[in-house]
């Protein structure tokens, strides 16, 4: 099991910065790829930033340019680096983490884990 906690949210303004963060603990080395979601109350969540284990980063095409996914201690910590913040950025944040750990017998087993969620708020 992955247990992940979110820190680093409150209050931004507009063309301000905000760093999160997201510490994982449990079966780390079983992670495959970390992600970055956002959800607005009412409204689907949705994919922001992922990093693989490999160091592979994707992001949604609204945070290109501003967000900055990264991985660090043996992927133990995720952090996503938010500047030139927009209004329409805030929302709540939760970190992903996804992989496949192993049974006794040796039989694969996909998970995803989820953390808590952060409150990022951009005022104008």
């Given at each position: 099991?992955?247990?992940?906690?979110?820190s680093g949210g409150?209050?931004?303004?507009?063309?301000?910065?905000?760093?999160?963060?997201?510490?994982?603990?449990?079966?780390?080395?079983?992670?495959?790829?970390?992600?970055?979601?956002?959800?607005?109350?009412?409204?689907?969540?949705?994919?922001?930033?992922?990093?693989?284990?490999?160091?592979?980063?994707?992001?949604?095409?609204?945070?290109?340019?501003?967000?900055?996914?990264?991985?660090?201690?043996?992927?133990?910590?995720?952090?996503?680096?938010?500047?030139?913040?927009?209004?329409?950025?805030?929302?709540?944040?939760?970190?992903?983490?996804?992989?496949?750990?192993?049974?006794?017998?040796?039989?694969?087993?996909?998970?995803?884990?989820?953390?808590?969620?952060?409150?990022?708020t951009v005022s104008s």
């Open positions: 099991q992955v247990q992940l906690v979110e409150g209050l931004g303004h507009l063309g301000g910065s905000l760093r999160l963060s997201c510490a994982a603990s449990g079966s780390i080395s079983a992670i495959n790829t970390m992600t970055w979601y956002r959800q607005v109350p009412g409204q689907e969540r949705e994919s922001v930033a992922s990093i693989t284990r490999g160091g592979t980063t994707e992001y949604a095409e609204f945070v290109k340019g501003r967000f900055t996914i990264s991985r660090v201690n043996a992927g133990s910590t995720v952090y996503l680096q938010m500047n030139n913040l927009k209004p329409e950025d805030t929302a709540v944040y939760y970190c992903s983490a996804e992989g496949i750990h192993y049974t006794e017998l040796g039989v694969p087993i996909a998970f995803r884990s989820w953390g808590q969620g952060t409150q990022v």
